[in-house]
């Protein structure tokens, strides 16, 4: 009876080790250390940033621009009455390369900077040449016009493949994406823009706003929404602070 409890004990051992060599091969393990859970896929591939995995009640506040010379001005404004130091700003090259002098104050207001690449197109839709040319571009103007080399993109339209998330990796960014769309672009009213956002916000996210003239009340939703994250006791940081040291949260890419 004994040694028979001993073969299956044996028996059981091996299909442990079976199985856990099979996790591993999976590129899936789960470490129950102080609620810590670690994916490691084998091959995970090129992806986007949407949030942080995190505790900590911080967010990123973001806006693209893209066009316009009427509503930049207005969202700075609110952000320095309210004295919010940190932000990121996501700069189409060809806009920023019009607008010297905003560009100029963002970056003295000490905002971060990312390309929002240089023709507003569908970089999906590219071939691989093209996609390169298209963020070089962006790179070298914005460069130019800051003085340092952006290192975050947010592609137009949120659009992009794998290919594109490739380049991208290739030529130094890390793709940038959103969890909490504020709708500003919808123009649905003030309400309905801080209504969208404080009901979606959550630790770790990137909130994603406009600074462009085709949203007219960006800037009016803008000082309830910093008022009413700050009192529920919200830090505002750059993307780059956010997702520095952190688990992000990605969406993989066919």
Request: aromatic share 10%; hydrophobic share 35%.
């Amino acid at each position: 009876m004994n040694y028979f409890l001993v073969l299956s004990g044996k028996r059981l051992k091996r299909a442990l080790m079976i199985l856990i060599a099979f996790l591993f091969a999976a590129g899936i393990f789960y470490a129950e250390n102080e609620n810590i859970q670690v994916f490691m896929p084998l091959d995970p591939g090129p992806s986007a940033i949407y949030s942080v995995d995190t505790n900590k009640k911080q967010v990123a506040l973001t806006f693209d621009i893209s066009w316009g010379e009427e509503r930049t001005g207005p969202i700075l404004d609110v952000l320095e009455q309210k004295g919010l130091k940190k932000a990121t700003f996501f700069l189409s090259s060809p806009w920023a390369e019009s607008h010297p002098d905003l560009v100029k104050r963002i970056v003295d207001m000490g905002y971060e900077i990312g390309s929002h690449g240089h023709r507003h197109d569908n970089y999906s839709e590219y071939n691989d040449q093209q996609i390169r040319t298209q963020i070089g571009k962006a790179d070298a103007i914005l460069t130019k016009l800051t003085g340092k080399k952006p290192k975050l993109i947010r592609f137009p339209n949120g659009d992009f493949d794998k290919r594109v998330l490739q380049i991208a990796g290739q030529m130094g960014y890390t793709t940038i994406q959103w969890d909490t769309d504020s709708f500003d672009w919808m123009n649905p009213g003030k309400e309905k823009i801080v209504k969208r956002v404080l009901s979606k916000v959550h630790p770790g996210d990137i909130i994603l706003m406009h600074a462009s003239d085709s949203c007219r009340q960006t800037h009016e939703a803008l000082p309830e929404i910093i008022d009413s994250l700050r009192k529920q006791g919200y830090q505002f940081v750059t993307v780059s602070e956010l997702i520095s040291g952190s688990r992000v949260d990605t969406k993989s890419v066919d």
